[in-house]
Each structure stands twice: as C-alpha cells, then as structure tokens.
C-alpha cells in the first residue's frame, strides 16, 4: 500500500515525497480513512507506530478541503492537546513539514517560556494550534485563545495526561469546544480512567488497535545486567567505554537520579545532558537538539520527558532503573529499533527491583536474556536471599508500588556466558539503520 492509495490529496503527497515516505504504518493506513471520513477514533498506539502522521496528514487534508470550499477567516479549526512540551514540538515540526504545501498554519504553545511570542502568533491567526493544557488553560482565561471555531479535537497520549495530573484542565478545555465536531483520541494504554474519559468525549467512535503494549520488537536485542545499585555507575561508564556505542538513550525513575548521572559521566569525559520536567524549556530543547545532532553522546531522561521524543538512529537504550510500572519497559526500549532497523536495550537489576523485573516478563511473555561476563555482577548468594526476600514481601502484603508488582526469579547461571564490554557481544557497537526525524510516516522500508 501506498500514500496515494489512502486517498490523500496532491499537496500533501508532495510534502510526504519531499520527506521520503512512501509506505504507511498500519496505524495511518487503518486511521486516514476513517478520519478523511468524518468519524470519531479511538486509537490505542505506542509511541513509534507512526501516530502523529495518523492523525496530522486527514486533519491537514480535512482543513484544506474546507478552506477551498468556503474561504473562511482566519480561526483556530483544529486543536492538538498533548502532555509534554518536547512532544508538542515535535508534532507541530510534523505539522509543519506534512502541511507545507496547503498553506495552512500551525502554532505550537507550552509553559515554560515567555507567552508573548505566542500572543503574537495568535493574533495573526493560525488553523491549527498544538498545546500543552496548562498554558492553554492559563491563555484561554486570558481571553488570547478561542476554541469555539474547533471542528477536530485531537488529544494525544492520553494516559501520559492522566499520569501527570492533567485530567481537569482537559476537561475544562473541552467544556470549550464545541459540541459538534470530529474528536480523535489516541492513548498508548486503556486503564479504566482514559476509558471514562474516551467515552464522555467520543461519539460513536472507530477503535483501531496497533502494537499492543505487550509487545516489543523482534529488531530490539534486550540484555539484562544483574548489578548491586552502588555499582550501576561503574557498570554504566564500562558500557559506554565501548565507541561503537554512537548513541545511548539512558532511563532513570526520577528527577535527581537523572542529573546524577549526567555528573557521574561528565566527570569521566563521556558528553551526557538530561532531559525532565524540572528543566527549562530551552535548557530541554537544547539537550534533546544537542543529542539529535550528536554533539552529546548520551541524553539522561525520565519517562514523562522522554514520552513522544523521536530520534534517528538511535542504537541504545540503557534502563539504568527498571520502571515500577512493566508497561514502560515496552515504551522505553521502543525508542530504539524503529524503521525496521536494529536497537539494542540494556537493562541493570539491581536487589531492590527483583520484583518490577518479574512484571516485566510477565508482559512481555519471555524472560531477557542475562548478560553474567560483566566486570560488576550480582553475587548469586544476594540475588537468592533477595528474591526470597521479596517473596516473602510480596505474601505479606508490604511491598506495594503503583501498577502491581513485577521481578524476577531469574538468576545468572554463574558460568561464563559472553563477554560484557559495551554490553558483551551482545551490544558492542549495533547498528542502526536510517530513521525518521519525523514522528510520522515510515519510509519505503516500513516504519516499525
């Protein structure tokens, strides 16, 4: 299937071209039609399935059609509600390159920054405006933003709003819009709240499901790294010592871990920046620019900061902390192995989360392969008290974290396996085959 065969108009097709996409994802095969339609959607996606393109190219395609018909003034027709900054810049940079040829205009508004740019701009007039809820709420009661010309309401990562406590403000907004328009609604997981939520909002809507959150991609190769927590830096510098490794992308749960990282490599010369919510916006645009181009070797991120975030060729994704919560294990190593291209995941386990380890296997219906010839392992004398620790934690009833509880039984043989430099010969020096700068469209090979 082709971009021509979904029907798409002509200048459209000629920014996907100018872009190298030709092949779309099963996510914009199955969504174009039915929002070139008119339907509501409710779409169930990861983040790397091609989203952004499912739901920007029908809406460009939408409003173009309509400015042709009736020649309408300027007036906000489409509104993007996303949680992040960095994922509303990204897709209005999609925005911008799908809709080149239409003459349609876009805005992208978030906190963080001085409002009076994007006071400006809305003066002028813009189609389509992508926000963060925050500072649309903070500009809307300031009476710069009207949303009562919105025809197509688009809200993506819906669960990651949830997560961060957006739920009201998006609420509030959509009290805003009006009642009789097109509404896509895009989340990467369905718990019961996002479902509340989808139902109040939505009108007989289409549900499409692509790559269900279980799942992880053949092209990932995933190790795991048994390691005490006071040697997970050591571990980590050893790892990247090897220069094959171009780019690492490297999880840590929180904030504070995140900058200590990035001190803890810097110290020993290795280019390192950290991305999450306690930063500035323009500190976070600069890291993430910095990382893209590779003038820094390895970016430190959070989940939230991390979520949306699109980057070419990125050949290694470090879980320096296992998340508490297994479906994001899926998410984050999805950051690499896209396009049909290879990625590599490393994940260190330390004592404390044996437990988060066994989710993760339990969702992704197979245990990561060990690596045991690092230079820092686990004694197997602690990694057994340990998960019988845990166990008898998990039968009282003590251990308690959000999303359930997760580990592993799983211990290193305590033989030889490979080597673990630069992550053994499992991970020395990947490769990775082109990508897309564009959170969108897959190029002729299938993006994955």
């Known amino acids: ?10 200048p459209i097709l000629k920014a996907l071209k100018t872009e190298g996409y030709t092949t ?10 039915i929002v070139l339609n008119h ?5 169930c ?5 091609g989203k952004t393109a499912a739901f920007a190219l029908p809406t460009l395609q939408l409003l173009f059609q309509d400015r042709m018909a009736h020649k309408e003034q300027k007036a906000i027709k489409a509104l993007v509600l996303t949680p992040t900054r960095e994922l ?14 239409t003459g349609l205009k876009n805005l992208v508004i978030f906190g963080g920054v001085s409002q009076n740019p994007q006071v400006d701009a809305l003066r002028r007039g813009v189609d389509i405006l992508i926000a963060t809820p925050g500072r649309l709420l903070d500009l809307m009661n300031q009476r710069f933003v009207h949303l009562d010309q919105v025809r197509m309401l688009i809200l993506d990562e819906a669960d990651r709003m949830l997560d961060m406590g957006f ?10 819009v009006p009642s009789k328009r097109q509404t896509l609604f895009f989340s990467a997981t369905m718990p019961a709240e996002i479902t509340s939520l989808a139902n109040t909002i939505l009108t007989n809507p289409e549900r499409i499901e692509v790559t269900p959150v279980s799942s992880t991609a053949d092209t990932i190769q995933q190790a795991l790294y048994y390691v005490e927590k006071n040697d997970k830096k050591s571990l980590l510098i050893h790892i990247l010592k090897d220069k094959g490794i171009k780019t690492a992308l490297v999880f840590t749960r929180t904030k504070h871990g995140a900058d200590k990282v990035v001190k803890d490599l810097n110290k020993v010369g290795i280019t390192a920046e950290a991305i999450h919510g306690n930063k500035s916006q323009n500190a976070r645009q600069r890291a993430l620019t910095n990382f893209k181009n590779r003038t820094t070797r390895v970016l430190i991120a959070t989940d939230i900061a991390a979520r949306g975030i699109d980057i070419d060729e990125l050949t290694h994704v470090v879980n320096y902390e296992l998340p508490n919560i297994p479906e994001t294990y899926v998410h984050r190593i999805g950051r690499t192995g896209r396009a049909g291209a290879d990625g590599i995941a490393m994940s260190f386990c330390d004592s404390e989360e044996i437990l988060f380890l066994r989710d993760i296997h339990k969702l992704i219906g197979k245990e990561i392969p060990v690596e045991e010839g690092h230079p820092y392992p686990m004694s197997p004398v602690a990694m057994a008290a340990n998960l019988v620790a845990g166990q008898s934690k998990k039968g009282s009833g003590s251990f308690k974290r959000e999303g ?3 580990g592993s039984g799983r211990k290193p043989s305590g033989g030889g396996g490979r080597p673990a430099g630069g ?26």
Not at 24 to 33: H, K, L, S, Y
Not at 167 to 176: G, L, S, Y
């Open 1 to 10: 299937m082709s971009f021509e065969n979904l029907k798409l108009i002509e």
């Open 24 to 33: 779309p994802t099963p996510i914009q095969a199955q969504a174009i039609p």
């Open 39 to 43: 339907r509501d959607l409710l779409g």
């Open 45 to 49: 996606a990861q983040t790397g399935t």
């Open 88 to 101: 509303a810049i990204q897709i209005a940079e999609s925005f911008t390159a799908y809709g080149k040829h």
């Open 167 to 176: 739920v009201n403000d998006v609420k509030k907004i959509i009290a805003k």
């Open 404 to 406: 359930g509880r997760g």
């Open 423 to 448: 992550g053994g010969s499992r991970s020395g020096g990947g490769k990775s085959g082109g990508g897309s700068g564009m959170s969108g469209a897959s190029r002729s090979s299938g993006r994955r």
